[in-house]
């Protein structure tokens, strides 16, 4: 399992409701459900992807975030997950407040386009920037408003929105972000992830 | 029991009060069984049929000589596997394979007709859940059905919230919409409009509304299918001829087809029955039994639920289906949902669509490992 679902895992605490927002194959549902005793829905666009859940046991619903997160009563989840989808979505700002009404917490992580790699490949290459968290050329890629660790950090912020812990990813090392090493965080990793709540 | 004509009947005691206000008693449910109960009897599953659907499901109908409905479907290691499930399903009150229906007589001896009293989709499964008691089961594995048979699913549920563990509603409504009454009316219309109905009485006389049962057969089959599925199908095929006859004869495949299905329809179909089955599909309303707020139908259950929808079925569009999985959400049921692609319209949960049977097998099965 990817590193980034392990400290997503490690966030949330046995027993607790569980939305996974683009849960794509049910990977992290399934460690959930089985390792936290975690009662885990998922919300899945691709019908192949839902298929490999229902296959895997769990509870799938096919559907599209922008449009059926509405159907959720308010706190409904005690965390609403979102891995590295929020740049892929037309209203990323709509997706955000309702994963924010439907779960007591939401976590967030994102793909960092402030990671020092995609600067390197832009600045020094002219082209788009591939890495292993961007993997698509700029004419297939799902992702329509890419940030980086700073932008989604100040956006929270001015939403009035609580960061509970933020951390930062390169590859297998995990560490804290905060206001003070941000400048620092969003070069050198290929991931941020924020537990939030509004 | 009766084993009259290869039709196991379960004779029902306990008088059911209909929502027409009559009161019914010692009244015939004929049912079918396939595979075993366990001896936790924690394995069995009630299927409930569509419109013209029957008791037999699967193998070899008795009555017709036919596969059974749902035969992609049900048995031995399909996705309703019958080596490990015990699938019981019954002819629903008002139809015409041996339960209760206009065609049997009423306590004068005298043929029902349309004498027989209204029935609806609460009172189908009111009188289907005496099986249970019958088979001396507590809890149900699981329910399912399509269409009509998905209806009585979400009436089944709401009714006895504790009695399935798993609730599996395919390609239906919590609602019947304006358009399907209307194929209903026609269908109806079809058939009272045909000499040989006599108000109903037509079975005393010894001739059926055979021409209007099967024009009303026509006209639904065309609801069950897709433009894209006939489209491929047939075309602008001609039937075994070279060119247009011009006279009014079937011309095209799809004529001959149609002429068909209306032919075989009725040889096995009792008009009377039609009506009866078509007006309580027409009555099903889940959300107006709750004032309109369809979550509260579902507000005492803990079952697990599995809505599947088919991207051709205009008949049960996706939107209905998924309103019902919104119903559930809004109150935090556990609900998933599926919908298959499929350009074999409403009928799609009676063929082999694949992705659809597989689906089924694995919601069944890795709910079943959690017993």
């Known amino acids: 399992m990817k590193n980034e679902f392990q400290v997503i895992a490690d966030l949330i605490e046995k027993d607790k409701k569980v939305l996974d927002v683009g849960c794509a194959d049910g990977t992290l549902m399934k460690f959930l459900k089985n390792n936290k005793n975690i009662n885990i829905r998922g919300l899945e666009i691709s019908k192949e992807r839902v298929q490999e859940c229902i296959a895997k046991g769990l509870t799938v ?51 960092n386009f402030g990671y020092w790699k995609v600067r390197f490949h832009l600045l020094f290459k002219g082209t788009m920037p591939i890495t292993k968290t961007l993997p698509d050329e700029w004419y297939n890629t799902p992702n329509l408003h890419m940030c980086t660790i700073k932008d989604f950090f100040h956006f929270v912020k001015s939403k009035d929105i609580k960061i509970f812990k933020s951390y930062a990813l390169n590859n297998l090392n995990k560490s804290t972000i905060n206001e003070s090493n941000l400048g620092v965080k969003n070069l050198f990793a290929d991931l941020g992830i924020f537990l939030i709540e509004k | 029991m009766n084993t009259e004509k290869n039709i196991k009947t379960l004779i029902v005691k306990k008088p059911l009060k209909l929502d027409c206000g009559k009161t019914i008693k010692d009244f015939p449910i004929a049912y079918e069984t396939y595979g075993s109960l366990n001896s936790k009897k924690d394995n069995a599953i009630l299927v409930f049929h569509a419109l013209t659907g029957d008791q037999f499901v699967t193998g070899i109908n008795p009555s017709t000589n036919k596969e059974g409905w749902w035969s992609y479907a049900v048995g031995p290691d399909k996705a309703i596997d019958t080596n490990k499930y015990f699938v019981i399903c019954s002819n629903v009150i008002g139809g015409c394979m041996g339960s209760y229906g206009p065609s049997h007589k009423d306590p004068d001896q005298k043929i029902f007709g349309t004498n027989f009293p209204v029935i609806t989709i609460n009172d189908m499964v009111n009188a289907q859940y005496n099986l249970l008691d019958h088979f001396g089961i507590d809890k149900l594995f699981s329910i399912t059905g399509g269409s009509m048979g998905g209806m009585q699913v979400l009436q089944f549920i709401s009714n006895f919230p504790d009695k399935s563990k798993t609730v599996i509603p395919i390609a239906t409504t919590s609602s019947h919409s304006a358009q399907n009454i209307a194929f209903n009316e026609l269908g109806r219309q079809a058939i009272t409009a045909d000499s040989n109905w006599k108000d ?26 897709s433009k894209k599925g006939l489209q491929e199908k047939f075309g602008r095929k001609l039937q075994e001829r070279e060119d247009l006859k011009f006279g009014f004869d079937a011309d095209f495949q799809i004529e001959s087809y149609l002429r068909y299905q209306g032919s075989v329809f009725v040889d096995r179909f009792d008009a009377n029955s039609y009506l009866y089955i078509t007006r309580a599909m027409d009555y099903f309303d889940l959300a107006k039994q709750f004032n309109g707020n369809l979550s509260e139908a579902f507000k005492n259950t803990n079952a697990k639920f599995f809505i599947i929808s088919f991207t051709s079925d205009w008949l049960y569009p996706t939107q209905e289906n998924k309103d019902i999985v919104i119903a559930l959400n809004s109150i935090g049921a556990d609900v998933g949902f599926v919908e298959i692609e499929s350009d074999k319209g409403h009928d799609s949960f009676l063929l082999d669509v694949p992705d659809f049977l597989s689906a089924l097998k694995n919601f069944l099965d890795k709910s079943y490992e959690k017993n």
């Open chain 1, 61 to 111: 619903i096919e559907g599209n975030a922008e449009k059926d997160l509405k159907q959720f009563p308010d706190k409904s989840f005690d965390y609403v997950i979102l891995s590295q989808t929020l740049q892929a979505f037309l209203n990323p700002e709509l997706v955000l407040d309702e994963l924010l009404r439907v779960g007591k917490k939401a976590i967030v992580t994102i793909p």
């Open chain 2, 200 to 225: 109903g009485n037509y079975t005393s006389n010894e001739t059926n509304p055979g021409k209007g049962l099967a024009v009303a057969r026509m006209a639904a089959h065309i609801t069950y299918l």
